[in-house]
């Protein structure tokens, strides 16, 4: 029987600011069977849309989107916060459920043609996600799909909507509330 992933996912209220309903990841990096079956799961979505390349949001992106690069011998591109990448990059700024943010990609990272697989740990309004695929696109690339362990629903989670016409993969769906 397939491992249940929401028996892996911690729930805390009022983190990182008051109202908001957090979902935290780490329960499952720290159990070694846990984060093998998501590792694995993510690796057949990739595989699936014939992924030529990775690219992970800053933070948890980096976690769950690099073991997949390697285990599927492709490469990874980080997607930074302002002021974290050391050459030259594009950036798209966006909305997020409980503020604004920038993203920054090195402008070189992406070929024109190449097919991407965006990986995140969650999907909740879309906005860092619409984002990485703004970058990829105006340097070329394919969003080939995005893959993500937790998809938010509820009042203000419209991550899909945010991302419509885009193929995506969620392991699970939970509440915002």
């Not at 990841?25 to 093998?36: G, H, M, V, Y």
């Not at 979505?45 to 992106?61: H, L, Q, T, W």
């Not at 696109?137 to 016409?165: C, P, S």
Request: charged content about 25%.
């Amino acid at each position: 029987m397939a491992l249940k992933i929401e028996d892996y996912i911690a729930s805390v209220r009022d983190f990182p600011i008051k109202g908001i309903l957090f979902r935290d990841i780490t329960p499952i990096l720290e159990n070694a069977k846990a984060f093998r079956e998501v590792t694995n799961r993510l690796c057949e979505y990739a595989k699936s849309v014939k992924a030529d390349m990775i690219v992970g949001p800053e933070s948890r992106g980096f976690i769950f989107g690099c073991p997949v690069a390697v285990q599927l011998g492709l490469g990874f591109v980080p997607v930074r916060k302002p002021g974290k990448l050391p050459r030259e990059t594009i950036s798209c700024k966006y909305e997020l459920e409980y503020g604004s943010n920038e993203v920054h990609m090195h402008k070189d990272a992406i070929k024109p043609g190449q097919r991407v697989v965006i990986i995140d740990d969650l999907l909740a309004t879309g906005g860092t996600a619409k984002a990485t695929a703004k970058m990829i696109e105006q340097l070329g690339g394919v969003v080939a799909g995005f893959a993500f362990v937790i998809e938010l629903y509820g009042d203000d989670m419209d991550g899909r909507k945010a991302l419509e016409g885009y193929d995506i993969y969620a392991m699970t769906r939970l509440s915002d509330k």
